[in-house]
């Protein structure tokens, strides 16, 4: 194996990252009533306890991988709130399931 | 050397699983909290399942083996994600990680039951990728556990590595290395030539060293680093690589030129010499001849006959005293080996009185 | 045999030689001891608890013994040894039974994974258990004495052991440790109430050890199916205020007092939501620990009335 002499850094469009679960990830959801929900990452042995806004996103991505974008307006669409401001939320929520490992953005 | 092997259940067990069959419940009564105490329960455990006997042992045993497989399968689903976090860390960056030690045992799919959590994980990056790491690293979670300035320069400068880094959400730990013996050390392994040997995994874009790579890393890790309490599973670590490896047809022959150009011949002499005399581990008995070549003086090598056994087997066969004294002298001679004489007093020093503070408080 | 139909005599002479294995709950542990202070005190607290017969295999394996030789008998030392390895840095001797009881719950925390292990205290009473998950200092071993002086039976005043597939929790019956306050409080509650001597002036005040009673310690084979989960808080001066709680958040409690939650990965999802899913779920603020007893009971009676009616419903 050759050497590189530096690191590269690889360029991403974030806008049009698709988010899904990590390859490896199958989750266990448990739901007691709608306000917190939990749920157990297979992969990791991990337990969440999310709010109801971060269950419902995640579960979208779980089933139907998205952008960032699509997802705010799924759920802007669905409970008649703007966009622009479910975008950031959106986006706040899925910098974090990345972090946990629980959804993660693909390339286009 | 005493052949120890005849004395004692665990090795006994070690060297031929089947044993467990035969073994009375004193015999058991002795070997369960030995076992335990060396963390070789779950090798035990594995063993058994292996060989299909397990529902032929004691009851009592069946539920203290079946507790060490839940702690296998914790240990394995801990760093397979671990492993999983380190690449989606690093996977922008485009550099050849290799991983180390125990995750590179798992990732390769090697034997390696374990009944504890070792949840940290160690990997070599490039030399000069080493700042784009650190900060790839950190902004995924992982954050520094050492700020004093001393011990930052200790890792830095002295053990190729940056100082350990602890995920805050996962508490788990990550060491970031570049070589795999400190740059001050005696022995100078070349860190090119580990390079030039790594192999990549099937299906990932990680690496793990060369099977002669892994074996003589793990075993300059066990007869030059500091702590060798407990380390009858590190020994038993490379009596299982060197079982496996010894499949290809290639191992064997080129382990000892191999171990020369890394100038790691002195710990590939005792890993073969103790690996054989305490585990029976099969080895040609050219490769024996080769590494031997590498001995130290004679009186060394029975000082090290005495020293090594007494500081591997805790419990009955060996009396404290003789214990203690044996573990001083190896961390002793570990640490000599790393840093010149004229660096060691001054560092021992304030490492004791570092922990001798932490106590106070 | 239990212990206490050996003589005292003989006790310490095993105690200190081979050691004694005592059962407790699904464990055996072979105790060695040899510091002569102590087998008075194991003998008494543990009268009750069957001794192994020779040759089998022991669980756990315990040793104290001594480790100054040169100073005032007061300033000793003792060493604990857990599978014949050392714990922590060697203790006055007055912490040695405290240690003990420590080094029994720390051999079952590093090694019985077959339960999902939970710090909390449990009773039971008409077949359904209570469980009172909480930390050490939560008030749980009070409020567990208490409560088994009421009349319910005692499971465990710190580790409940639940079967992962079954869902039942498994008895332990050892014997209750109580601190400062508590120990006068409980004296209170049952003047005939046996205790093992004080150790006075460790770092957490008085530590005593309250005899469990003997019908308690003969069904140590029997589990409880789990009914309640109330999480203790004790606050001098409040109010007596027992809320319920959503089930995500007695999870999330529970979870959180487990000692292996996460070592039994999808394992411990499991048996964790089956428990939840099982129980009634509760905080419990006290100042006064009889108080608490009371409400307690309250809330086993509307169990066993609403029992009845529905058996007479149907």
């Known amino acids: 194996m050759q050497l590189p002499s530096d690191a590269v850094t690889t360029e991403r469009d974030r806008a049009a990252e698709i988010w899904c679960l990590p390859a490896e990830v199958s989750l266990l959801w448990q739901c007691w009533d709608e306000e917190e929900v939990i749920v157990f990452n297979r992969a990791s042995g991990l337990t969440h306890l999310l709010d109801a806004f971060s269950a419902a996103v995640l579960r979208r991505i779980e089933a139907t991988p998205a952008t960032t974008s699509d997802l705010a307006r799924f759920f802007a669409t669905g409970f008649e709130l703007d966009e622009r401001v479910l975008s950031e939320r959106v986006d706040a929520v899925c910098a974090r399931f990345d972090q946990l490992g629980l959804a993660e953005p693909t390339p286009p | 050397m005493r052949r120890l092997s005849e004395a004692d259940p665990l090795l006994a067990a070690l060297i031929r699983p089947a044993v467990m069959v035969e073994l009375t419940e004193p015999e058991w009564e002795t070997l369960l909290p030995r076992a335990r105490a060396c963390h070789l329960l779950a090798r035990l455990a594995a063993a058994a399942r292996a060989g299909g006997f397990s529902d032929q042992l004691p009851a009592r045993i069946q539920d203290h083996f079946a507790a060490a497989a839940i702690l296998t399968a914790h240990h394995e689903r801990t760093i397979h994600w671990e492993i999983n976090r380190v690449q989606r860390a690093l996977q922008d960056l485009e550099i050849p990680v290799v991983l180390l030690k125990g995750a590179a045992y798992l990732a390769a799919g090697l034997p390696s039951a374990r009944d504890r959590l070792v949840g940290d994980v ?26 004093a300035p001393y011990a930052q320069r200790y890792y830095r400068t002295w053990m190729h590595e940056l100082p350990p880094l602890r995920h805050r959400d996962r508490d788990t730990v990550i060491d970031v290395h570049h070589a ?52 009858l599973r590190d020994l038993v670590d490379i009596s299982d690589l060197l079982i496996h490896f010894a499949q290809r047809p290639d191992f064997w022959p080129s382990l000892a030129p191999r171990a020369a150009a890394l100038h790691l011949g002195r710990p590939l002499f005792y890993a073969l010499r103790y690996c054989r005399c305490l585990l029976y581990t099969p080895m040609p008995a050219a490769a024996v001849s080769a590494a031997a070549r590498y001995a130290p003086p004679k009186p060394i090598v029975h000082a090290m006959d005495w020293m090594v056994p007494n500081v591997l087997l805790p419990g009955q066969a060996h009396s404290a005293a003789d214990r203690s004294g044996a573990a001083m002298l190896l961390y002793l001679r570990s640490h000599w080996l790393r840093m010149p004489p004229w660096l060691l007093i001054p560092h021992l020093a304030r490492q004791a009185i570092a922990r001798a503070s932490q106590q106070r408080e | 045999m239990n212990v206490g139909d050996l003589s005292l005599e003989r006790f310490a002479a095993e105690l200190a030689d081979q050691g004694v294995a005592i059962r407790w709950g699904p464990f055996t542990s ?65 912490f040695a039974l405290a240690a003990l009881e420590w080094g029994l719950n720390s051999c079952v925390y590093g090694s019985a994974h077959r339960f999902l292990i939970v710090h909390a205290a449990v009773v039971e009473r008409d077949g359904r258990a209570l469980l ?114 959503s089930k995500a958040n007695a999870f999330w409690g529970v979870a959180d007092n487990s000692i292996n939650y996460e070592i039994l990965g999808e394992i411990g999802f499991t048996a964790l939501v089956r428990l939840i899913d099982r129980c009634r779920c509760y905080t419990l603020t006290h100042a006064e620990v009889v108080d608490a007893v009371a409400a307690l009971d309250r809330l086993s009676r509307q169990a066993e009335a609403s029992k009845e009616r529905h058996a007479a419903a149907v």
């Open chain 2, 180 to 231: 795999i013996l400190p740059r001050t050390a005696r022995l100078k392994p070349v860190p090119d030539e580990l390079w030039a040997g790594a192999q990549r995994l099937d299906g990932s874009p990680l690496y793990v060293l060369a099977p002669t790579d892994m074996v003589l890393h793990a075993a300059a890790h066990l007869f030059h680093d500091g702590d060798l309490h407990r380390s």
């Open chain 3, 30 to 94: 072979r105790i060695v001891s040899r510091l002569p202070e102590l087998a008075a005190p194991i003998h008494l607290l543990y009268a009750d608890f069957p001794i192994e017969p020779p040759g089998g295999i022991c669980d756990f394996h315990v040793c104290l013994r001594p480790r100054s030789l040169r100073l005032p008998w007061s300033q000793r030392r003792f060493e604990l040894l857990l599978d014949h390895g050392p714990t922590f840095q060697p203790f006055a001797r007055k």
């Open chain 3, 132 to 245: 009172l998950p909480g930390r050490p200092g939560a008030g749980k071993s009070t409020l567990c004495a208490a409560l088994v002086i009421a009349g319910w039976r005692l499971l465990s005043d710190e580790l409940a052991l639940i079967d992962p597939q079954e869902g039942q929790i498994r008895a332990l019956a050892r014997p209750i440790s109580l601190k400062n306050d508590a120990i006068e409080i409980i004296r209170g509650l049952a003047p005939d109430a046996v205790f093992g001597p004080p150790a006075v002036d460790t770092h957490k005040g008085t530590v005593a050890h309250m005899k469990p009673p003997s019908p308690n310690v003969r069904r140590a084979e029997d589990s409880a199916v789990p009914q309640w989960i109330v999480m203790p808080r004790f606050v001098a001066d409040e109010a007596l205020q027992l809320n319920a709680v």
């Open chain 2, 122 to 147: 160690d990997i070599m990056v490039p030399r000069p990728a080493l700042d784009a790491v650190e900060r790839a690293i950190e902004s995924a979670g992982w954050q520094p556990t050492i700020s």
